[in-house]
């Protein structure tokens, strides 16, 4: 299964909005066939190690990081294609909250008489898929947010001035993050001041990601670097300028209009629109507000936070802006989930502690 989880790591840039899934055929202790599913539309992680098996595929053990689909979509049911096969055993490490595509999965290949197993090295399964399964169970991506700061947590200087902060190995690691996100979410704020194309620059990048601006009163300039740069461009606001959403469009964007929430965009109306359009995991790379009001609105899921080795001072921007906690039982817990140097600086990656109360 370690195996398999591995191959299904090779997806992490490509497979979206599909998730990530390896699979291992293995006889006697020995792999006979593996394969990972590489992108929308194309085999599955099951056939291809099928095919790699050949006639050592009947009588295998199948070790699969994700329950088999047991539903015609863009391809043939992967139930079918095991049982053809002549599979023994498959052993699954998590099951697909996706109900079209598991349904009766396991009870198919039961009834083909293939002994099933499930829960195999799950937790590490489920760390493989984050944005699909959230968007599955919840109806939302899975938010994280990326920060870059000093060692006194600040952003930016009184100015505005922040470029750089970090290194250029951070500002690099902050690229393979942006590669395997579904969209990069900021606010209008941040286009304005910085006026920042938000994609992928990496020479082997496949795709490159959405990017979505929060612009409750439609200030996006159509002239901003993000309209010349490959990706599309969601523009989520409360205003209803016809006119000026029109240049938007005709300047390559999208235009959302959303009901307003404390005079802003309904930032949970917003998750849920993204989530139907199947975006997976959503990276925020905003300043403090947008951070602090996603932070409030119990939106957020993970942390990744460069620290630069450095004091910027108490007159420096800071990383969010959440209103007053009075009681340390109110603090938002954070479960630090990685840290390891990146140049000279510091990647933290933490995720949100859910409680009853914060809810999320």
Known sequence: MARALQLAQRGLYTTDPNPRVGCVLAREGEIVGEGWHQRAGEAHAEVLAIKDAGDQARGATAYVSLEPCNHQGRTPP?????????????????????????????QRLKEAGIEV???VMEAEALTLNPGYISRMIRSRPWVRIKMAASLDG????????????????AREDVQYWRARSSAILTGVGTVLADDPSLNVRLDDAERQPLRVIV????????????????????IVTTSEDKNYSERLRSAGAEVMLLSASTGGVDLADMMVRLGQQEINEVMVEAGA????????????DELIVYLAPHLMGNQARGMFNLAAIEQLADRVALDIV???PVGRDWRIQAKIVRSASRGG
């Open 78 to 106: 992967c139930t079918e294609a095991l049982v053809k096969a002549g599979v023994a055993r498959v052993v699954i490490a998590s099951k697909d909250p996706n109900p079209q595509a598991n349904h009766g999965a396991s």
């Open 117 to 119: 197993q499930s829960g």
């Open 154 to 169: 600040r952003t930016a200087m009184a100015s505005g001035e922040s470029k750089w902060i970090t290194s250029a190995a």
């Open 215 to 234: 612009d409750s009163h439609l200030s996006t300039p159509d002239t901003a670097k993000l309209f010349a740069s490959a990706g599309g461009v969601l």
């Open 289 to 300: 507000t947008l951070a602090g009001a996603l932070l409030t609105a119990n939106l957020v």
């Open 338 to 340: 990685d840290v390891r």
